[in-house]
């Protein structure tokens, strides 16, 4: 069954400390994996994406995450996590165009809270 | 403004009574969805729409119709609602080339 899996529910981390948050996939097929942050009240916005390609995707707000086939990982990083990165972290995969519905299986999520 | 829109934002309403959200998109992207959120398990997709008057389930379709007689509009109703219901309501588009999906700013609804 395709599923994806975000191990840490609650993170804590300090302003300007690293940040890597973990996602773990099953796909029966070569993925398109999704990283979405969620502010709170407020929608999804894309971070990144991965495709194809360089398995090290950079993305908005100085994120990045790589892609591991062999882990079937695709954790999201931060060297310097700022205040305003508070916020859940939603991670998804889902079908190449002209297979199935283009429809995402997402994550339960991962709320991110940043100490002063 | 260009993009996803979604009405109301927030609703209030009681068990039984009937509920229509409304998501319109400015793109003309061709697939349409309707997710729901809740704590523990994340997104879930309730219906998806391929086009106009093409529609299918997604993983928690019960209780909930949509139509899609314009390209633009995927209305979602539920016809009579239950507690259960109570959650946030996303609607989302699919852009095809580079297969990414957009989101609109929810609605909150609580059902009495």
């Known amino acids: 069954a395709q599923s994806v899996t975000q191990p840490d529910i609650h993170i804590t981390v300090s302003e300007g400390a690293s940040l890597e948050l973990r996602c773990n996939y099953s796909y029966g097929a070569t993925p398109y994996l999704f990283w979405y942050v969620q502010s709170p009240g407020q929608g999804l916005q894309l971070l990144l994406k991965y495709f194809s390609g360089d398995t090290l995707v950079q993305g908005i707000k100085g994120f990045e995450a790589e892609f591991k086939r062999s882990q079937s990982s695709f954790n999201l990083r931060k060297p310097s996590v700022h205040w305003s990165d508070a916020a859940e972290y939603f991670c998804?995969?889902?079908?190449?165009?002209?297979?199935?519905?283009?429809?995402?299986?997402f994550g339960k999520g991962t709320k991110l809270s940043v100490k002063p | 403004d260009a993009g996803i829109t979604q009405s109301p934002r927030y609703k209030i309403t009681e068990t039984g009574r009937q509920v229509t959200l409304m998501c319109h998109q400015t793109w003309s992207h061709s697939y349409m969805f309707w997710y729901r959120q809740d704590l523990g398990h994340g997104l879930r997709l309730i219906y998806y729409s391929a086009a106009a008057d093409i529609t299918d389930k997604g993983e928690v379709p019960d209780g909930y119709v949509v139509s899609r007689s314009k390209t633009e509009n995927f209305p979602l109703t539920l016809e009579s609602a239950t507690r259960s219901q109570t959650s946030v309501y996303f609607c989302?588009?699919?852009?095809?080339?580079?297969?990414?999906?957009?989101f609109g700013p929810g609605t909150r609804l609580t059902v009495l």
């Open positions: 998804a995969v889902g079908a190449r165009p002209g297979g199935s519905q283009g429809n995402l299986i």
């Open positions: 989302a588009t699919l852009d095809r080339g580079p297969n990414t999906q957009y």
